[in-house]
Each structure stands twice: as C-alpha cells, then as structure tokens.
C-alpha cells in the first residue's frame, strides 16, 4: 500500500528566500506525481504534475522534481513571497491519489 | 482541466441529521471521487463513484453512513448520515482527467461541515 511522508510539517521562512519542500512515497511503480496547494479551509489546487516518465516540471517560481529510484520528490520555490503561505499537499498513486500530510508554509514579509 | 463545483460551500448542522453534498463538474467523467479531510490532517479516501455501478467504499467507510449518486457523468451526491461531532471536516469532490495520457485529478472547493 502507497504511503507518502511529507517533511517538514511546518515551515517558517522570510521573504524572499528559496526553499525546498520534500516528500517521500513507498511504492516507485507510480504512474505519477502532483503537488497541490491548499489554502485554510479551503480546497485543492493543482500546482505541478510530474508524470512518471519525467524528472522534473517547472511552472513559473516552482519546480518540482522527481527521483522514483529512491522515492522521492522536492518542491523548490523561489523567491518566496507572502502569498505562498499555504498548505502543500503532495499526492501520487495510480488514481486515485495518496496524500502526504502537507506542509505549512508561512512567509513572514 | 476540469471545473468542479460543491453545495453546500459550508454548513452547520445538529447531532443526528443528515446532509447531502452535490458535486457537479463541466465535463463527462468516468471517475469521481470523494475524500474527507479531518481538522489538521490530510485528505482521506471514502469512496469511488462511477456512473451506472455501487460506488467502492475504503476500509472504514461504509454505504450507510455514507451513501452516494453518481446519476451521470457529470454529477454526484454524498450523504453523510446521522452526523456526529467527529464527522465535522472538509469533504472534497474530486475528478481524474488526462494530461498527455496520464490520470490527473482536479478537486473542488469542498464543503465544509461542522457538526454541533
């Protein structure tokens, strides 16, 4: 059974500073890999997916990478701004998705 | 991508009632799915619904505490049955499209509930 572990659970950070955002997965067969945003009490939004056949996709400030030998993907964000305050939800698995427990972002100004 | 749509956004409800969540989306789909996010934790599969069968149920999840429709391909219903204060969370509806031949899946804005 897939299990995804998301480090850290928190994270506090000043602005503009880069950062990385790391999760694991148990099972390498994957079909693929997204990275969500979820801000408080709301729903999902579909930041990056990685398929499986790739390695990394980038859309603007973040990059998401993807080593399935080892189990593992990264979020780097660049630059961060206040408005990346959320939650991070990593999630993969072959439909439906397993999620990671996330990791809070805030981005003191 | 696919545009997906709940009612209610929120709701407050009393111990022992019932509320059923609709879940509409702009397009044909095969799969829909519902998760259940609790306070403070990550998202958690209910069930599997797919038009013209018995949705599937995960392991702790049960038909009778928590029915559902999937009458078409573009529409779906979840009840959550004689509410406790432990079913107060986020239900999220949440549908598979394809990018480049792969499954990924969009959500909704969920509906939050709190159970009194």
């Known amino acids: 059974k897939q299990e995804v572990t998301q480090i850290p659970a928190a994270l506090s950070v000043p602005e503009g500073e880069n950062l990385v955002l790391n999760c694991s997965f148990t099972d390498s067969a994957i079909y693929n890999l997204q990275w969500f945003r979820q801000d408080p009490g709301k729903g999902l939004t579909s930041l990056l997916l990685?398929?499986?056949?790739?390695r990394e996709q980038t859309s603007g400030r973040l990059n998401a990478s993807l080593d399935k030998s080892s189990g593992r993907s990264t979020l780097y964000i660049a630059a961060s701004q206040p408005g990346d305050s959320a939650t991070y939800l990593c999630a993969t698995g072959n439909t439906p998705l397993v999620f990671g427990k996330g990791t809070r972002l805030s981005v003191i100004a | 991508s696919a545009v997906i749509s709940q009612k209610p956004s929120r709701d407050i409800c009393q111990r022992g009632t019932s509320l059923t969540i609709q879940c509409q989306v702009d397009s044909q789909v095969t799969m829909m799915f519902w998760y259940r996010q609790q306070p403070g934790q990550s998202l958690t599969l209910i069930a599997t619904?797919?038009?013209?069968?018995?949705?599937?149920?995960e392991s702790g999840f049960v038909i009778d505490k928590f029915p559902i429709s999937r009458p078409n391909l573009t529409f779906s219903t979840l009840t959550v049955s004689n509410m406790s204060p432990e079913d107060s969370s986020i239900y999220l509806c949440?549908?598979?499209?394809?990018?480049?031949?792969?499954?990924?899946?969009?959500f909704g804005p969920g509906t939050r509930l709190t159970v009194l």
């Open positions: 949440s549908v598979a499209g394809t990018s480049g031949g792969y499954n990924e899946q969009f």
């Open positions: 619904a797919n038009q013209g069968s018995e949705a599937t149920y």
């Open positions: 990685i398929q499986s056949s790739q």
